[in-house]
């Protein structure tokens, strides 16, 4: 490379920097103009407001969607229920045993394959 292709890229590798903090700055300033700092949370966002409320819904029977027959039950009584029945398990697999003549599917192994081999 020659002195002066090498003394052009350092000049147009500066412009480039200089234009990328000049819009920086004036966003910045446009910022500020326009009304400073991003607004900070009030104290009615705080996690001690909130949990009443949330101690309600958890607490008690409620609509969730009436039209479409959807509602809550209080925590406490969902997990007597599930206590009771169970949690649903998947189907029991009637494979039988290969010896190692299958080729797991790709997304097993959470990876996606260069080329399908089937």
Do not use: F
């Not at 000049?11 to 200089?18: D, N, Q, R, T």
């Amino acid at each position: 490379m020659t002195e002066s292709r090498r003394r052009g890229r350092i000049l147009i590798s500066a412009i480039i920097a200089v234009m990328i903090v000049i819009a920086i700055a004036s966003v910045l300033v446009v910022n500020v103009r326009q009304g400073g700092a991003p607004p900070t949370p009030t104290s009615s966002y705080t996690a001690a407001a909130l949990r009443p409320g949330e101690d309600a819904i958890l607490n008690s029977y409620g609509w969730v969607d009436q039209k479409n027959g959807i509602a809550r039950i209080p925590i406490s009584r969902a997990i007597d229920i599930i206590a009771a029945r169970g949690l649903p398990a998947r189907p029991t697999s009637t494979a039988t045993n290969d010896e190692g003549e299958t080729i797991p599917s790709y997304s097993s192994s959470g990876t996606q394959p260069r080329e399908w081999l089937h």
